[in-house]
């Protein structure tokens, strides 16, 4: 009885030590294939937007990029794709990246390839009627992976991208965001910002902290002798 027990305690606890590292480390390659950074050679970094978009702070956010020539990438959920098709479509023809980010946000733990599908299918189709362009990336909300996960996205031609930087903007102030992002900047670094907030009522988002804090990363990450790359040159690397 007490070997059973043993066992029991034994496989649970690998099992939540494989389900912690594989499935919620954002810089774990346990899923791949996986772009958690770019090449360290040349100083080259990506900013990358999840969960919008969403009115006004992705429009304040492409004015931003657009006066400093910086380019993005934004993960979209469907669900706002459906609420802000003319920010897609602008998005698209400022010639920035498309990801998808599921259509409406769900934890990928525990689900079936099935769900997991359906969610990047309609979001694909709501990007591609919105902005004319078909994603060929995808980041899954929270960064969670699950299996199945990875042969969805390979029947569906699409590069799982995660990160390895970020501006902690869903619990800082403007300034903790700024810090914090270039404390984690390193050659080759994908930095992870929002330019939504899942996809709840429009009127319960505010990323204003990320538009605030935007122009200081680029700033100073530029004076530190960074360069901002698209995620299509990390990928062709
Ligand atoms: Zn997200």
Redesign the pocket.
Known sequence: MAWLLVSILFLGLAFAAWFYYACTVPTSRFFRPVLVRGPAQGRKIALTF??GPASPFSEKILDILRDRKVPAAF?V?GKNVERYPHIVKRIAQEGHTLGN?TFS?PLLYFRSSRFIGDEIDRTQAAIEEASGVRPTVF?P??GGRWLGLMGVLRARGLRLIMWSATGYDWKLQTDGVVSAALRELRPGAVVLL?DGH?VGPPEAIDRSNTVAALPAIINQARAAGYEFVSLSEFLAA
């Open positions: 999840d969960d993960f959920c980010h946000h980041r909300p929270y929002h899942n």
